[in-house]
T-cell receptor, first 112, second 115 residues
Framework: KQEVTQIPAALSVPEGENLVLNCSFT??????LQWFRQDPGKGLTSLLL?????REQTSGRLNASLDKSSGRSTLYIAASQPGDSATYLC???????????FGGGTRLMVKP | GAGVSQSPRYKVAKRGQDVALRCDPI?????LFWYQQALGQGPEFLTY????????KSGLPSDRFFAERPEGSVSTLKIQRTQQEDSAVYLC?????????????FGPGTRLTVL
């Protein structure tokens, strides 16, 4: 059974810092990996999707990398801003199914 | 364009009541998913439809949970005889699910509180 772990569970940084969120998964036979953002009381906003054949994806200040063989992905946020404060979730889609398996999330607080 | 919509956004039910949660996927999206998110945790898969066919219901926690998508568009998740442990946010997602457009897009969720 696929298990997804996110470390750290919570992170507080001052505005302007560059930061890295980590995601690991136990079964490397994945179809793709998505990073989401969730604001309190809201649904999930898709940030980046990395196909299994890709190594990284970039969108603005966000960069996500994927290392299938080691079962790891990182989300890099450059020049963090208070508006980046949210919970960040990674999710993997397994080759054998269409559902996403989520990690527990990292709660990010960026202080002005 | 319109995203995934869900209704109601909030539902309070007394233990033992039946509830029905609605999901309107993005127009033209073939695949539809239901997830359950407990407080402080990541979402967990419940069930998956491809058009009107329910291809995977392995995540439904009990036979009190039932989902349908009769015309391959709108979906309803029904919970019978609700229990306190059913309290959670229920998220719906849809996807075109054809290469490379296999990203899942989520609705705002329905927060269910069972008293």
């Amino acid at each position: 059974k696929q298990e997804v772990t996110q470390i750290p569970a919570a992170l507080s940084v001052p505005e302007g810092e560059n930061l890295v969120l980590n995601c690991s998964f136990t079964d490397s036979a994945i179809y793709n990996l998505q990073w989401f953002r969730q604001d309190p009381g809201k649904g999930l906003t898709s940030l980046l999707l990395i196909q299994s054949s890709q190594r990284e994806q970039t969108s603005g200040r966000l960069n996500a990398s994927l290392d299938k063989s080691s079962g790891r992905s990182t989300l890099y946020i450059a020049a963090s801003q208070p508006g980046d404060s949210a919970t960040y979730l990674c999710a993997v889609r397994h080759n054998a199914g269409n559902m996403l398996t989520f990690g527990g999330g990292t709660r990010l607080m960026v202080k002005p | 364009g319109a995203g995934v919509s869900q209704s109601p956004r909030y539902k309070v039910a007394k233990r033992g009541q039946d509830v029905a949660l609605r999901c309107d996927p993005i127009s033209g999206h073939v695949s539809l998913f239901w997830y359950q998110q407990a407080l402080g945790q990541g979402p967990e898969f419940l069930t998956y439809f491809q058009n009107e066919a329910q291809l995977d219901k392995s995540g439904l926690p009990s036979d009190r949970f039932f989902a349908e998508r009769p015309e391959g568009s709108v979906s309803t998740l029904k919970i019978q005889r609700t229990q306190q442990e059913d309290s959670a946010v229920y998220l719906c997602a849809s996807s075109e699910d054809r290469e490379p457009y296999n990203e899942q897009f989520f609705g705002p969720g329905t927060r269910l509180t069972v008293l």
